[in-house]
């Protein structure tokens, strides 16, 4: 679980975050949304600390990061994965070796065992033969799996993803989507991710925090979208007429089951 409270954050005197409170929980995947400049890389940012807050604080199960020293935050960093938008491999390395540099940085396995690790998390992306592959040799969507590879490879308890589905059509979208989802909730990991997709928040938006210029606006998960009466909220995930059209129908719909069995 990670705790926000009252995050902010500003570049001279452009205040970015203003104030920003919330709770990322364990097993789920925790969505932050909102428009291109609202504030979701910075927060995730300040999260894994590559950004330092202004105000407020941020804890990693209970202990307080925001506090701690560069020494400190090495065993919190330890547990943290990232998938790096447009997955950022090295080029120069094949499939396999991207996956396993987190195992040579930070593990004292053999060789041996590295490989197992790699062969596992590689077959768990559905990805068994493209092992000696160099990145230009697969699509967007491998490069996207052997990101999460790699991201999980350490058997990190925090996952951060910011915007996974960047330059993805929407089916290999969904599909790394309910990847990254799968993985969440069978080794229970606290995922962030960053989007503005809106498929992925009506397919795996458990816990949803919209942010609206700096503050979160909406707080809620993928069911509770259907029923919001916030204006914003509304008119940032429906923002076509065809989509407003089809929130209203799918709300009906709920009404009359609602109805029809109680
Ligand atoms: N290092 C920086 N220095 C100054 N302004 C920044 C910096 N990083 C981000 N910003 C500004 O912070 C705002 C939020 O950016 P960002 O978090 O990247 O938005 P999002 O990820 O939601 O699209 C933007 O106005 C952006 O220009
Ligand atoms: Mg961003």
Same mark, same amino acid.
């Given at each position: /679980?990670?705790e926000l409270k009252n995050v902010c954050k500003?570049?001279?005197?452009?205040?970015?975050l203003k104030g920003i409170s919330a709770?990322?929980?364990?097993? #789920?995947?925790?969505?932050?949304?909102?428009?291109?400049?609202?504030?979701?890389? @910075?927060l995730?940012?300040c999260?894994?600390?590559?950004?330092e807050v202004d105000a407020g604080e941020i804890l990693? *199960?209970?202990?307080s990061f925001s506090s701690?020293?560069?020494?400190?935050?090495?065993?919190?960093?330890?547990?943290?994965?990232?998938?790096?938008?447009?997955?950022?491999?090295? *080029?120069?390395?094949?499939?396999?070796?991207?996956?396993?540099?987190?195992?040579?940085?930070?593990?004292?396995?053999?060789?041996?065992?590295?490989?197992?690790? @790699?062969?596992?998390?590689?077959?768990?992306?559905?990805?068994?033969?493209?092992?000696?592959?160099?990145?230009?040799?697969?699509?967007?969507?491998?490069?996207?799996?052997?990101?999460?590879?790699?991201?999980?490879?350490?058997?990190? #308890?925090?996952?951060?993803?910011?915007?996974?589905?960047?330059?993805?059509?929407?089916?290999?979208?969904?599909?790394?989507?309910?990847?990254?989802?799968?993985?969440? @909730?069978?080794?229970?990991?606290?995922?962030?991710?960053?989007?503005?997709? /809106?498929?992925?928040?009506?397919?795996?938006?458990?816990?949803?925090?919209?942010?609206?210029?700096?503050?979160?606006?909406?707080?809620?998960?993928?069911?509770?979208?259907?029923?919001? #009466? *916030?204006?914003?909220?509304?008119?940032?995930?429906?923002?076509? +007429?065809?989509? %407003?059209?089809?929130?209203?129908?799918?709300? +009906?719909?709920?009404?009359? %089951?609602?109805?029809?069995?109680?």
């Amino acid at each position: /679980m990670i705790e926000l409270k009252n995050v902010c954050k500003r570049f001279g005197d452009k205040e970015i975050l203003k104030g920003i409170s919330a709770i990322m929980e364990a097993g #789920k995947a925790n969505l932050i949304i909102g428009a291109s400049g609202s504030g979701k890389t @910075v927060l995730m940012k300040c999260m894994v600390g590559l950004l330092e807050v202004d105000a407020g604080e941020i804890l990693y *199960d209970g202990i307080s990061f925001s506090s701690m020293s560069n020494a400190e935050r090495k065993h919190i960093r330890k547990e943290i994965g990232m998938l790096f938008q447009g997955a950022a491999l090295f *080029d120069s390395m094949t499939v396999e070796q991207n996956v396993m540099f987190p195992l040579e940085m930070f593990s004292n396995l053999s060789y041996r065992e590295r490989k197992k690790r @790699v062969d596992a998390c590689l077959a768990r992306v559905n990805l068994q033969d493209a092992h000696k592959k160099y990145p230009a040799e697969i699509s967007g969507g491998m490069k996207k799996r052997v990101g999460i590879a790699r991201a999980i490879v350490l058997n990190p #308890k925090y996952l951060f993803c910011d915007e996974p589905n960047s330059g993805l059509d929407p089916q290999t979208s969904m599909l790394i989507d309910k990847l990254i989802h799968e993985i969440t @909730v069978e080794y229970n990991i606290t995922t962030v991710i960053n989007t503005h997709d /809106m498929n992925s928040v009506m397919e795996i938006g458990d816990h949803i925090v919209y942010l609206y210029e700096g503050k979160k606006q909406w707080e809620g998960s993928n069911k509770d979208i259907i029923f919001s #009466k *916030d204006e914003k909220l509304n008119q940032f995930i429906f923002a076509s +007429q065809f989509l %407003q059209d089809a929130k209203e129908m799918r709300q +009906q719909e709920l009404l009359n %089951q609602r109805s029809g069995t109680g």
